[in-house]
T-cell receptor, first 113, second 116 residues
Framework: QKEVEQNSGPLSVPEGAIASLNCTYS??????FFWYRQYSGKSPELIMF????GDKEDGRFTAQLNKASQYVSLLIRDSQPSDSATYLC?????????????FGKGTLLTVNP | ETGVTQTPRHLVMGMTNKKSLKCEQH?????MYWYKQSAKKPLELMFV???????ENNSVPSRFSPECPNSSHLFLHLHTLQPEDSALYLC???????????????FGNGTRLTVT
């Protein structure tokens, strides 16, 4: 059973701070990693994806991947109240299942004004 | 505006009813998916269609029946559901075909289903 683990939170940070969201996965052969944001009552929307070890930055968001440790994280700099949402980590399967995404339960982030 | 459209947005049905959920994608993708999202649980993959062929049936009960007439449309036919089937049903699409750098999923707005 392939698993994706996230701290369910809630994670509470003050406005302007850095929010750090973490995810571990069990399938060592996974190749693609995604972060989705889901506002309450809405569908998930893609905010970042990363395929290679290291950091990938996009605006206030930085995704970090360490395949050896089977760990992927998302950093949100200068957090805003509008960033308050549930963040879902998703990981592709390996081999013939590489089109299938396994999702974590999500981490609820609250940014306090 | 989402490139994946789901209807209806909300659905209440009795356990003896038959209903269908509809999904349409305008992104030129080749793969379409049904996911179920229940409270406090991860998104659960139900079905995958890749180039109109069903490539995944994730041990879903037969009271859920998918249909994919073409690469742009996906249906989920529902009959004799149970109250525990109440959830948010999400349709998604991707470029499909697999590969190392797999195309991300694009989700529709979902159908909030309540079974009474």
């Amino acid at each position: 059973q392939k698993e994706v683990e996230q701290n369910s939170g809630p994670l509470s940070v003050p406005e302007g701070a850095i929010a750090s969201l973490n995810c571990t996965y069990s399938d060592r052969g996974s190749q693609s990693f995604f972060w989705y944001r889901q506002y309450s009552g809405k569908s998930p929307e893609l905010i970042m994806f990363i395929y290679s070890n290291g950091d990938k930055e996009d605006g206030r968001f930085t995704a970090q991947l360490n395949k050896a440790s089977q760990y992927v994280s998302l950093l949100i700099r200068d957090s805003q109240p509008s960033d308050s949402a549930t963040y879902l980590c998703a990981v592709t399967g390996s081999g013939g299942s590489n089109y299938k995404l396994t999702f974590g339960k999500g981490t609820l982030l609250t940014v306090n004004p | 505006e989402t490139g994946v459209t789901q209807t209806p947005r909300h659905l209440v049905m009795g356990m003896t009813n038959k209903k269908s959920l509809k999904c349409e994608q305008h992104l030129g993708h080749n793969a379409m998916y049904w996911y179920k999202q229940s409270a406090k649980k991860p998104l659960e993959l139900m079905f995958v269609y890749n180039f109109k062929e069903q490539t995944e049936n994730n041990s879903v009960p037969s009271r859920f029946s998918p249909e994919c007439p073409n690469s742009s449309h996906l249906f989920l036919h529902l009959h004799t559901l149970q109250p525990e089937d109440s959830a948010l049903y999400l349709c998604a699409s991707s470029q499909g075909g697999g590969g190392v750098n797999n195309s991300p999923l694009h989700f529709g707005n979902g159908t909030r289903l309540t079974v009474t």
